[in-house]
């Protein structure tokens, strides 16, 4: 055992122990200041730093998106369809309001543009091409076959001699289209 009387050992014990609930006091109270400024950090980083850089990035994306689309409004305001022996290339496309396509017949017979339903070309008044256009199967030149019928320059002829058809999609929709010549030949116009 100790070299210290037992009363000076009782002292000792009893200084430790009064002293004990006080550091342990302060122990228990650094620890839970901790715990209140981890909670307080944890709060602040979740309540207004997170919520600021999701902002920024959705901010920046919405930018980069606006752009985006700026420019491929700048770009796609004229779509190309081309009419070959096979039927219309692209034949379903989507564009926006306010869009040209232009259809240029590229096979080796007639092409007469037209909204469906066939033979009527109703469902979106104005889409119809009113008029053959590209290979002739008549022994008129197609220019003097357009006077006959009434409808010069609503087609005209671009490069090789290839005859196109233009219309601007005004109206929100979809519009099935054909080939009034050759009715199989079908496509859809989704105007957005």
Known sequence: MSNLPVPRLAEKVSCYTRSMPRRLNQIIDLKNFLVVCGALFFVAF???????????????????????????????????????????????????????????????????????????????????????????????????LLQKLGLEGRTEAHGGGHAVYEYTFSKIGIWGYHNHLSPNDKGKVTVR
Not at 48 to 62: D, E, M, Q, S, T
Not at 92 to 110: C, I, L, P
Not at 123 to 137: I, N, R, S
């Open 46 to 144: 979740v309540g207004v730093i997170v919520p600021y850089f999701v902002y920024k990035h959705r901010a920046g994306n919405l930018n980069t998106q606006k752009a985006e689309q700026t420019s491929q409004s700048k770009v796609s305001n004229v779509l190309n369809v081309t009419y070959t022996n096979k039927g219309f290339e692209p034949k379903d496309f989507t564009v926006s309001v306010g869009t040209t396509v232009v259809w240029t017949n590229e096979s080796d017979k007639q092409m007469w543009v037209a909204s469906d339903p066939h033979p009527s070309h109703n469902a979106l008044p104005g889409f119809d091409q009113q008029g053959p256009t590209g290979h002739e199967e008549h022994d008129e030149p197609e220019s003097s």
